[in-house]
Nanobody, 112 residues
Framework: VQLQASGGGLVQAGGSLRLSCAAS????????MGWYRQAPGKQRELVAT???????NYANSVKDRFTISRDNAKNVVYLQMNSLKPEDTAVYYCDYQPGNYWGKGTQVTVSS
């Protein structure tokens, strides 16, 4: 499975960004896709995940601000990020399970 992420960038606090991640290759129907992030000097942490049937899971720090969704026909997962804060600054990685596949990260920088 190959993952191609896009959509990162620089935004002011309070702004919005949408990340996209397209999966290709041998896609398993019961997969879970998600987003993780890693800030400088910190461990990679969960942001949100979504099962292909739609169930979702969010980190407490992003609940009510971020929304994960997916288009199963296109094998694409999205992360809509609203009300961004400087502490959301990190490299965001797309993840696909089963198999522990990771995409290259995309940088999100939120200025104060």
């Amino acid at each position: 499975v190959q993952l191609q992420a896009s959509g990162g960038g620089l935004v002011q606090a309070g702004g919005s960004l949408r990340l996209s991640c397209a999966a290709s290759g041998s896609i398993f129907s019961g997969n879970v896709m998600g987003w993780y992030r890693q800030a400088p000097g910190k461990q990679r942490e969960l942001v949100a995940t979504i099962h292909n049937v739609g169930s979702t899971n969010y980190a407490n720090s992003v609940k009510d601000r971020f929304t994960i969704s997916r288009d199963n026909a296109k094998n694409v997962v999205y992360l809509q990020m609203n009300s961004l804060k400087p502490e959301d600054t990190a490299v965001y990685y797309c993840d696909y399970q089963p198999g522990n596949y990771w995409g290259k990260g995309t940088q999100v920088t939120v200025s104060s």
